[in-house]
């Protein structure tokens, strides 16, 4: 079982940035990929970013490429998203989460956070 909280979220204005954090509750933290989603109000649960076990490996949606970087520290047990640029249509729940392979996939997914607010006002 892999337990995982969120915390960063915030409101920022556009062109602002925000860097979110996970922290995992497990002694394998580094055999797990780690993926970021976001959900906005009434809208489907996205794919924002995903990376790999190591950190070597990362994949973003078209929305936040180049503006996000998702990166992790295996020995803080942390998962972060650094994102830049931000704009009101960012504003969303964001949520990371678990998966024994590295994937944009939700279904892929085994552990998800409780997730954060990100607000971006114009």
């Known amino acids: 079982q892999v337990q995982l909280v969120e915390s960063g979220g915030g409101l920022v204005q556009a062109g602002g940035s925000l860097r979110l954090s996970c922290a995992a509750s497990?002694?394998?933290?580094?055999?797990?990929?780690m993926g970021w989603f976001r959900q906005a109000p009434g809208k489907e649960r996205e794919f924002v970013a995903a990376?790999?076990?190591?950190?070597?490996?990362?994949h973003y949606a078209n929305s936040v490429k180049s503006r996000f970087t998702i990166s992790r520290d295996n020995a803080k047990n942390t998962v972060y998203l650094q994102m830049n640029s931000l704009k009101p249509e960012d504003t969303a729940v964001y949520y990371c989460?678990?998966?024994?392979?590295?994937?944009?996939?939700?279904?892929?997914?085994?552990?998800w956070g409780q997730g954060t607010q990100v607000t971006v006002s114009s």
């Open positions: 990376i790999n076990w190591s950190g070597a490996i990362a």
């Open positions: 497990t002694r394998t933290f580094s055999n797990y990929a």
């Open positions: 989460a678990a998966a024994g392979t590295t994937t944009t996939l939700r279904s892929g997914y085994d552990y």
